[in-house]
């Protein structure tokens, strides 16, 4: 499809080159299962824990701290459920993504409890609150490393360091989903016990992710049934997109992450400076702690759906609301919980494949779409 700008990729971004020749040479590779003992299944046992290493490598982890899942939504659940057997009660910022917030209501059926601890208008937690909700029976807490609709970076390292003055028995988990790729992620430097990731969220293939363990901490698996995983998580391992998650990490190193960080700033920014020329267009999320590849702009008088509508046949593909929250019309989560109106946003994010023209292209079309859209509905 020619003539398309791509502005989607906080809900997923393209599938880098690296990662789609990794993923190809494991396919002619003719590998066997990476459990048995013959000479076609180590062949893939040493590419799977090669890819392994480079993903402990790209996110500060050890290398056996590293379970491969079928991405952040399994690892959210991972975490969740395993971390149930610790105790009846879990904490969680009221911004969490609903992988988090809907796997931690469920726990409520069958007699756990939670609580959602509130957030500033930026979006942004406050350490000292969500330690003070920690409870003798408090079993996890769970903080993002970033907001996935508005890009606020929460100050995660701080909230790790007040749950433990709390309790040095309750678990902290961190979703890194959104973060992760784009900013320096270091899961040793935190100190957190599990952390969240999706590969297809900066490049890699979809259907992998991880669930970072920290060394010594034994869960309760989710997936039962084979010692795939160090016994962490049955099924035969998805070995291509291993190699293609291990390939897009790969892509970040040497100073990889901090170009494309600094070109999406650029791209963001200007993109911030057109849009605040628009009339009856404002933005959220805290002004300096955000993401570098992600917008959210609020817009006070169109609906959403009728501007992607728009932006869309204007060629540019872009979101509203969360990902997940979106399909139902329903109002977000998020921007409720920061008091700002959760009915009238619009989310552009760039990415590796993101060009300047790209980012001009859906100014204009923002610009253009609603002058036409209020123009109808006057």
Not at 51 to 67: I, K, L, N, T
Not at 176 to 184: E, F, K, L
Not at 284 to 303: A, K, W
Request: glycine share 10%.
């Amino acid at each position: 499809m020619t003539g398309r700008h791509y502005l989607d990729h906080a809900s997923t971004s393209p599938i880098r080159p690296e990662a789609l020749s990794a993923m190809n040479r494991w396919w002619a590779a003719g590998h066997g299962d990476p459990s048995r003992m013959h000479a076609e299944a180590l062949a893939a046992r040493y590419e799977i824990e090669q890819a392994r290493q480079q993903v402990a490598d790209c996110f500060g982890a050890r290398s056996r701290e590293v379970v491969f899942t079928s991405g952040a939504t399994e690892s959210i659940a991972a975490a969740v459920r395993g971390a149930s057997h610790h105790g009846t009660h879990q904490v969680l910022s009221a911004v969490e993504h609903s992988a988090v917030r809907l796997s931690v209501g469920r726990l409520e059926a069958g007699g756990h409890r939670a609580t959602a601890v509130g957030v500033d208008s930026t979006g942004r937690v406050d350490p000292d609150e969500m330690a003070a909700a920690v409870e003798p029976d408090t079993a996890a807490v769970h903080c993002q490393w970033a907001n996935h609709e508005v890009g606020t970076v929460q100050p995660v390292a701080e909230v790790v360091a007040a749950c433990r003055e709390r309790s040095s028995e309750v678990l902290i988990h961190v979703d890194a989903a959104a973060a992760a790729g784009r900013i320096r992620v270091d899961f040793s430097e935190i100190g957190a016990d599990l952390m969240s990731i999706s590969a297809h969220k900066f490049g890699g293939p979809p259907g992998i992710g991880a669930l970072l363990v920290r060394r010594g901490l034994r869960l309760v698996p989710l997936l039962e049934g084979g010692d795939q995983e160090r016994a962490r998580r049955a099924g035969l391992e998805n070995g291509a997109a291993i190699a293609g998650f291990g390939a897009a990490c790969a892509a970040l190193e040497d100073g990889g992450l901090e170009q494309e960080a600094s070109r999406a700033q650029s791209q963001t920014d200007k993109l911030r400076d057109l849009a605040q020329g628009i009339e009856g267009v404002m933005e959220y999320g805290h002004p300096t702690q955000r993401l570098p590849h992600l917008v959210c702009l609020g817009i006070s008088d169109v609906e959403p759906q009728a501007v992607l509508i728009a932006l869309d046949r204007a060629g540019v593909a872009a979101h509203s609301g969360s990902s997940c929250a979106s399909e139902s019309l329903e109002p977000s989560p998020v921007l409720e919980a920061m008091g700002v109106d959760a009915h009238h946003s619009l989310r552009f994010s760039v990415g590796w494949s993101t060009t300047d023209e790209d980012v001009e292209a859906a100014a204009q079309a923002l610009q253009e779409s609603l002058a036409e859209l209020r123009k109808l509905r006057a």
